[in-house]
């Protein structure tokens, strides 16, 4: 492939850092890098407990066992997402409940949750936590989740894995919920090579995950262990890419939203819809998602023939209730209606990286623009 879906770009300073921590010998977990990412990235997106993590996935991990969810308790999770949105469910024994999606950001529906929660409520047993994802970059509905959960006391859980830089309401994605957490993986609007930062609600929630985050040791001269830890911090070096790469970030907003605005602008004459942003929101547009009308070629047969021309682009995630892993957990749709199953269907990744050129981007337009025309010939 020439063209890449999402790939890293450097700022040029991350070395520097990466410098700083094998000239004062900091190449062991934990050290300066680590400490100054977690307070740059707080002041970023104004929130005072941060705490870097190995991946997203051990951010999410931790989340779940810093708020107190057990074996047998139920999470509630949006469908449409990558798995490792909800794997972390499963690895502390508690059963996943997906919910639908809404057409318009194409992230949990609001209306959904409340019926599942009215449900899960007459059974008398409410779900211990909600957990929303603000897929590709673009803001949920998060107001009126955050209001419904809070209706129902059941703390809300933000995977802005993908989301690092949208805002709602001037507020940071990641920052609106009891907890959230990012992702710093590869192909992530910022990486660390990999990694995650996890958002707390208080100091005494982060000591409490830096503590399982590090083999959760007592407090005393000896090492002593009450309960089971994990090795999830970031390491000096990683936190030092991270940030150099932290120093670019609105740029890096700026660039893939505009990749966005380009694609939007171009296919303006065909026949295809993407996700909106709602009031007083700006999605980081990390990846430019698309669904595909009635007069193009299937999603299969763009995929294939953009891949022809050196370009790679993938399926929407596949919803979790259609995944074999998750095939007896229970699914809550507005009606008969599977929005989720639908956008997967139909919905396409276009190359969003915000290092993509214009004349890349315009050999991906090309591209698309001459699938539809080999269709429409066909069917004549
Ligand atoms: C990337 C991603 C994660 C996991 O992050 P890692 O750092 O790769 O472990 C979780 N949720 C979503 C939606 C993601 O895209």
Redesign the pocket.
Known sequence: MNILLSKPHMSGREMAYVEEAFSSNWIAPLGPNVNAFEEELGKYVDHPYTLATS????A?HLALLTIGIERGDVIFCQSL??V??VNPILYVGATPVFIDSEQETWNMSPEALRKALVQAATKGKLPKAVIV?H?YGVVAKIGEIRHICQEFGVPLIE?A??SLGATWQGQMTGTIGDIGFY???GN?IITTS???MLLLSSDSQRQYALKLATQARENVLHYEHEEVGYNYRLSNVSAGIGRGQLEVIEQRVRARRNVFRRYEQMFSTIDVTYQQEIPFSRANRWLTAMQIGRDIASRDQLIQRLGDAGIESRPVWKPMHLQPLYRDAEYVTVDKEDVSRHLFENGICLPSSSSLTIGEQQKVIQAVLDTRHFVKEKSV
Request: charged share 15%; net charge negative.
């Open positions: 991946s997203g996935t051990a999410l997402t990558f490792a949105s994802v897929l995977d894995a993908e992702s710093f993986n992530k990999g990694g995650g």
